[in-house]
């Protein structure tokens, strides 16, 4: 018997990799124009680490003793899903409500839930929710030492457990206005609940707990199933921050945050089309950094890095939301600022100039104030292309430039 399970199993596994390894082949197909072959290859090793996880996992699944084919199928399907789910959701508050509806339905007797993560306090903050209302749990927060994990396990918050009696376990353990607040939330409607701890890169990253109305609901085999369940959305957390992150450094300059040349270049192309169709008008500013060299030659590289970051933070905080600022490389940033014409692109450029005026970086016993350059190019009165857009802003910043004599 357990020889053709596994038999089964391993034809899952392979029709299962198959799937995911043609994925990995269609997905630059599909990206590559906008992400590179980068962007592909950390996703295709992302993938692959996802197949590798769910093979380890239903490894360990038969190895279960006594368990159900129904409840293995459960879990596994519900593993399957959410690491399908990394490179199509859309940020991490989807992932955690999905991880914790899988699991009310995986477990047998959970009818509701929640998942908290631990922040930099050692206060667990629900995150995900499945039968109780949101708002009344969201500024809510447990202290780790409080909580049913840490207080069963006698501190050992590496396994997982049942705990029965909540309310007055509750009332026993919690300050008593966080208590009140749960009660309000009504939060005691559960009577039992299994707890299971997440860990990413072997620490303590939050806790998901699956809830019964019943007082004798769940088993022994269902915290076991819920510790493995814990296992495995670890692996997919942590593939999704990774993702996350190869996301974010494909469109934002890593020194200064605001766009790099490459994102910057691809907003502005949908921004130019639809001011082309619908006849809207806008200006292109070339901003150049004036005493970069200077200040790198006086204070070291570290400090010019400084000088950057706080020149591109003050446009940033002084432009409008509608408007987009990216590095284009070095010195030299570029803006482009909606529904503009001279007058209106004078005060906003003014604006920002009395901001480094106020605001100089401050280092050792030396103030560094931050002057620019710049070029102003309008659409569709200077020019009616991209490329035409930019020499003509970028040759107005040079004149500027030797207008004030900077070298």
Do not use: W
């Not at 999905?98 to 009818?111: H, M, P």
Request: hydrophobic letters at 40%.
């Amino acid at each position: 018997m357990k020889k053709s399970a596994s038999a089964f199993i391993l034809k899952v596994v392979a029709l299962y990799s198959f799937i995911l390894l043609s994925y990995i082949f269609i997905l630059p197909t599909n990206i590559k124009v906008k992400y590179g072959f980068f962007i592909t290859f950390v996703i295709s090793i992302v993938t692959i680490g996802i197949s590798l996880t769910i093979y380890r996992f239903i490894l360990t699944q038969l190895n279960i003793q006594g368990s159900s084919h129904e409840k293995n199928k459960k879990i596994l399907e519900s593993v399957i899903e959410i690491s399908d789910s990394i490179l199509t959701i859309e940020n991490t508050h989807q992932l955690f409500q999905l991880i914790l509806q899988k699991a009310v339905e995986s477990i047998d007797d959970a009818e509701m839930g929640s998942l908290l993560i631990l922040d930099d306090n050692n206060n667990l903050q629900y995150e995900a929710l499945v039968g109780f209302d949101y708002e009344k749990f969201k500024n809510l927060y447990i202290k780790l030492e409080d909580s049913f994990l840490y207080k069963n396990n006698k501190r050992n918050t590496s396994k997982a457990c049942i705990i029965r009696n909540v309310e007055e376990f509750d009332e026993n353990t919690l300050d008593p206005n966080i208590y009140a607040k749960l009660q309000k939330a009504n939060a005691f409607t559960t009577k039992a609940v299994i707890c299971a701890p997440i860990k990413v890169d072997n620490k303590l990253y939050g806790i998901i707990n699956v809830d019964s109305k019943n007082p004798n609901g769940f088993t022994d085999m269902d915290v076991a199933f819920m510790d493995y369940f814990s296992k495995q959305i670890s692996t997919a957390i942590r593939n999704h921050e990774l993702l996350d992150k190869m996301l974010y450094l494909l469109k934002y300059d890593r020194l200064t945050d605001i766009y790099n040349r490459y994102y910057f270049e691809e907003v502005f192309e949908a921004l130019f089309k639809k001011a082309e169709r619908y006849k809207e008008t806008f200006s292109l500013v070339v901003f150049d950094l004036n005493n970069l060299k200077m200040t790198n030659d006086t204070f070291g590289h570290q400090v010019g890095d400084l000088l950057i970051k706080q020149f591109a933070l003050g446009i940033k905080n002084n432009i409008r939301d509608c408007d987009i600022l990216g590095r284009y490389g070095g010195d030299e940033f570029l803006g482009a600022f909606l529904y503009t014409d001279l007058e209106t692109i004078e005060i906003i450029i003014e604006k920002i100039n009395r901001h480094f005026e106020h605001h100089p970086l401050q280092v050792e016993s030396a103030c560094i104030y931050i002057e620019f350059s710049y070029g102003v190019a309008h659409y569709p009165t200077d020019a009616c292309t991209m490329k035409a857009l930019f020499k003509i802003a970028d040759n107005r910043m040079y004149v500027h430039k030797q207008s004030h004599k900077i070298l």
